[in-house]
């Protein structure tokens, strides 16, 4: 019987192609490798050292060496993400009780410090303790209370806690009341203490965002609905995620491929592209490519278009197949890998030129998940999609994964060395990005239908 199985097991080999059996064989190695990392070069150095047992919430800001910083002021973005992510580790590791305590003491602090009892919504900066920072005047964003959202509703999946979703609930109902946009759909992005939407006049600096709606809060609320509608079946929420996963889709996403940054309140683009160059360079965080945010988004639409139960959903597959190629052909490093960080189309150009060529932390661990699930949708594309993704994850090894005292670089070493001694943790940096990325990773590496995002066939 032995012998027989053998045979058999033989034969079936030389049915298999040589290139399918080295590729399980790399998907398999780099699935141990990312396993690894997570493990023993990240979240054993986020936590329990993040942990503020004193004050509640979670220690912000940590140097090179993972030593706490001086500065601990809290921002309810960081604060909701290490929510998220400890909600996802309570559920990857159920026999590690300390992750459990730890979301504990950030829903906690989300609800009793965050949550403005007076007016509703989620604050945006608060000091360590709590506090409402004077030269922050309680100003709030969609953006925050959309990671307020996220947080709070993978808390609830993660342990049953009705009061977790009530919470989320009824911070989408505040979105609802104050920041949509009844007249041209989606969200504004700045608002007042009280929740009304913040206006620009004349007054108001150019390089301000103050009063526009914007691509970055719009990806998250998407985000964070898709994570609350999966533990909440509610019918405005579906069409309010519907609505952004379209708005996204098909106007936010220009014709070339990327996202606009930022837009008027009708969704007409902000753009300085016809008023020169120094014009340009002045408000480069207003109007440029971003390559991270095209990457993310591609697989974040189709993460929307899934949990919703969206049937020949082709065109969002399309559009995101044509985000990440556009941020391949003309943001890719296709020397070392990496993606850079900004591009811009100048007049008469008809490719984005280079110009920021750093390589931010976030945007590589985006580009690394969204590689992989291209290369399981696309296996035989041009693009080589699994390729770049080994080549992505050599890349973060070499240039982002600080092998002797963990965690991340904020910048890949090849561009800027100097971060190797440059914080670990500050507000807007947590293992929210990477962890998602590599926990993503390591379950589709040994599962390629982890997520379940798949290409049904038009005919």
């Not at 608060?126 to 030269?135: A, P």
């Not at 683009?269 to 440029?288: C, L, M, T, W, Y």
Request: aromatic share 14%; glycine share 8%.
């Amino acid at each position: 019987m032995t012998v027989y199985l053998n045979a058999l097991f033989l034969l079936l080999l030389q049915l298999i192609s040589p290139s399918t059996v080295a590729q399980e064989a790399a998907r398999m190695a780099i699935a141990e490798e990312v396993r690894n990392s997570i493990e023993n070069e990240m979240i054993n150095r986020w936590y329990p050292n993040a942990y503020d047992q004193e004050n509640g919430g979670y220690v912000s800001s940590f140097e090179y060496d993972f030593s706490p910083s001086e500065n601990q002021n809290k921002m309810i973005v960081s604060q909701a993400r290490h929510l998220w992510t400890l909600s996802k580790l309570m559920e990857r590791y159920p026999d590690t009780s300390h992750y459990a305590a730890g979301a504990k003491l950030g829903l906690d602090f989300l609800i009793n410090k965050f949550w403005d009892q007076e007016h509703g919504g989620f604050f945006t900066l608060l000091d360590r303790k709590g506090n409402v920072l004077e030269n922050n005047q309680g100003a709030k964003t969609a953006y925050g209370n959309a990671f307020g959202i996220y947080g709070l509703a993978a808390y609830h999946h993660a342990s049953g806690d009705p009061s977790a979703l009530e919470w989320a609930k009824k911070s989408f109902y505040w979105l609802e009341k104050n920041s949509y946009d009844p007249e041209f759909g989606g969200y504004f992005q700045s608002l007042e203490r009280d929740g009304t939407p913040s206006k620009r006049n004349e007054q108001t600096p150019s390089t301000a965002t103050t009063g526009y709606k914007d691509q970055n809060s719009s990806i998250h609320l998407l985000e964070a609905f898709t994570e609350l509608y999966q533990v909440w079946k509610d019918p405005l929420l579906k069409r309010r995620t519907e609505e952004l996963l379209v708005i996204i889709r098909d106007t936010i996403v220009q014709n070339e491929g990327y996202l606009q940054l930022f837009l008027l309140a009708d969704w007409t683009p902000v753009s300085f592209r016809d008023q020169g160059r120094s014009a340009i360079e002045k408000h480069h965080n207003i109007d440029h490519v971003s390559y991270g945010h095209d990457v993310e988004t591609a697989y974040l639409m189709m993460e929307a278009s899934h949990v919703l139960g969206l049937t020949n959903d082709y065109k969002t597959w399309e559009i995101g197949k044509k985000m990440v190629d556009h941020a391949l052909m003309h943001g890719w490093d296709g020397q070392s890998g990496g993606f850079y960080d900004g591009g811009y189309y100048f007049p008469e150009e008809d490719a984005p030129e280079i110009v920021k060529d750093t390589k931010n932390w976030w945007a590589q661990a985006e580009g690394l998940n969204t590689l992989l699930i291209m290369a399981d949708l696309y296996p035989d594309d041009p693009m080589e999609y699994f390729a770049k993704f080994k080549q992505q994850w050599n890349y973060i090894q070499q240039n982002l994964i600080d092998h002797a005292y963990g965690g991340w670089y904020s910048g890949g070493l090849d561009k800027q060395p100097e971060l190797k001694n440059g914080q670990k943790g500050h507000i807007w940096k947590t293992a929210y990005h990477n962890f998602r990325s590599l926990h993503n990773c390591d379950l589709k590496l040994r599962d390629p239908s982890h997520l379940a995002l798949t290409i049904k066939s038009k005919e």
